[in-house]
């Protein structure tokens, strides 16, 4: 649900003979994906850059998930993604606006002041945190057609049977990019881990429920 990966799709031959492609600059995701899926016929996963996708004209359907919002220069991906696609292909991505997260109710101001801390890092870096609601225009910026936008945000409550992992991304998220942002001076090692622990603490005891906010945007590459 949160690995970084972006993956293309080839329909244009139906059933053994079709072809799909997974693609993802991490190693080490890429030979777990093989792992997992090997044996399936016509899918095939490759280490690759999102930049410079080497698909020319290929695909019926190229596609990502919570791949841009990671990027610095996410409209050249899509170009890349257009790219990829045959005439009358479809684009689709799906990705969030990490400013309109909802928590019910509030999480500890620790979590708060990290989370703060964490769309600083990121935007500093380059990354835009509301990208879901700038995809509409990115795709006419680059000529693909026929667009429609479709909510998907990720809902977790407490009666979901898998909800103290999903919600737990967040105490992860402090964990895994705190080292990062203390690197680079935007929080404390003490900061991030009071953070995860009292986040840690909240979601066993007291969350109920989250909203993470996201669209999917589709389009098709026209002549």
Known sequence: MWHRCYY?????????????????????????ARQSHAGIPGLTFEIGDIYNLDYEGQFDIVTSSRVLIWLSDPLKAL???????????????????????AWNPQPPSSMLSFYSAYLKWRSDAGMDNSIADHLLEMFKKVGIKEIFVTPQHEVIKRTDLDFQTRIGIWADTASSRGPQMERDGFITEKEYRKAEKEYSEWMFQDAQYLKMYMLAIEGVKLP
Not at 8 to 32: A, F, H, M, Q
Not at 80 to 91: C, E, P
């Open 79 to 101: 170009k890349a993604m257009k790219s990829a696609a045959k005439i009358g292909g479809r684009i689709l991505v799906a990705d969030y606006n990490h400013e309109k997260i």
């Open 8 to 32: 293309t799709w080839n329909c244009r031959d139906s059933g053994p003979s079709g072809r799909v492609v997974g693609i993802d600059n991490n190693l080490n995701l890429i030979e777990k």
